[in-house]
């Protein structure tokens, strides 16, 4: 196997895991959004800001952090600057990003793939 071929295997390999995860988080969400409104008869908006937020708290930054992630999430919180990119965060649904993004890593993972069999 030539080191092209194992490069874009591995990336082929990347490209699925970001694409179908996203692909499983998307549906995951969807149907939270789904079974609450079935439930309540109110649709919950999640904006792309909040799964970034959920997901640096989760996985980055604890109670006492500092560094880039840490001032992200104060800029977050009360935004000084930057004020037109924090609505865009705010009212683009983490759905549709979830989505674009499974595209984009299946698009990688099926360009990848097709480079592999020529």
């Known amino acids: 196997m030539s080191a092209r071929t194992a490069v874009l295997r591995g990336t082929s390999v990347i490209g699925a895991i970001i ?10 969400l969807i149907g939270m959004q789904l ?15 909040d799964g970034i937020k959920v ?3 989760r996985c980055c930054v604890r109670d006492d952090g500092v560094g ?13 600057n930057w004020l037109g990119l924090h609505k865009v965060f705010e009212v683009i ?3 549709l990003a979830l989505f ?13 793939r097709d480079r592999v069999t020529r």
């Open 93 to 95: 649904p983490a759905s």
């Open 55 to 57: 997901a640096l708290i």
């Open 19 to 28: 694409g179908y995860g996203c692909l499983a988080a998307f549906l995951y």
């Open 100 to 112: 674009a993004v499974s595209i984009a890593g299946n698009s990688l993972f099926i360009y990848c």
């Open 35 to 49: 079974h609450g409104w079935f439930r309540q008869g109110e649709w919950t908006h999640i904006g792309m800001g």
């Open 68 to 80: 880039y992630f840490a001032n992200f999430l104060q800029w977050w919180d009360s935004p000084v």
